[in-house]
């Protein structure tokens, strides 16, 4: 497979927009407050789609990055449409449960959508069984495995919620969505 089909453009605009975000936020009083979710208020809401452009910090940010970009680059091999509607999806979904469920705190980060596409994948390759979702889906067990341990435990600062939405998020749309294969 050629570079030029491996890495794809739709990850990369989603990663540059997510960092556009994190700069503004320098200039911007109180952005992250305003496009991070606010569990149960009216005014929340919007944080729903908004809240994985917001980042707390570089370290955040650059956590987020990676992931992102490696697990979006593997869900784009799938197809564009599926990408996006993916992406969007998850995001809505992970970000409402996230709305509903969490304690009263502002959540902001990407961390829903992360572990939507890392459940979607894993999903996806066990429903859909072609050899290359098989073999993402073993790629993503391997190499980001130790995912699912921090939906056990989150550290002090550290959204659970988001986590365990967007998981359940990305395995429902997976699950739904899969066209099985005999």
Do not use: D
Request: net charge positive.
């Amino acid at each position: 497979m050629a570079i030029k089909k491996i890495i794809t453009f739709e990850p990369c605009f989603l990663l540059a927009l997510i960092w556009v975000f994190y700069f503004l936020a320098f200039v911007i009083p109180n952005l992250n407050y305003i496009l991070g979710i606010q569990p149960r208020t009216l005014s929340g809401l919007w944080g729903i789609v908004a809240s994985p452009f917001a980042h707390k910090n570089l370290l955040h940010i650059s956590a987020n990055s990676i992931s992102l970009l490696v697990l979006g680059t593997l869900l784009r091999m799938q197809g564009r449409k599926l990408y996006w509607k993916v992406t969007v999806s998850i995001t809505i979904l992970s970000g409402l449960g996230t709305w509903l469920i969490s304690p009263p705190a502002i959540v902001i980060g990407a961390s829903g959508l992360l572990f939507g596409y890392w459940a979607f994948l894993i999903v996806y390759g066990i429903k859909r069984r072609s050899l290359i979702a098989i073999a993402i889906a073993i790629a993503v067990l391997i190499f980001y495995g130790t995912m699912f341990f921090s939906l056990l435990y989150a550290a002090p600062g550290i959204s659970w919620t988001a986590h365990f939405c967007g998981t359940i998020a990305g395995a429902s749309i997976a699950w739904f969505w899969a066209p099985q294969r005999q």
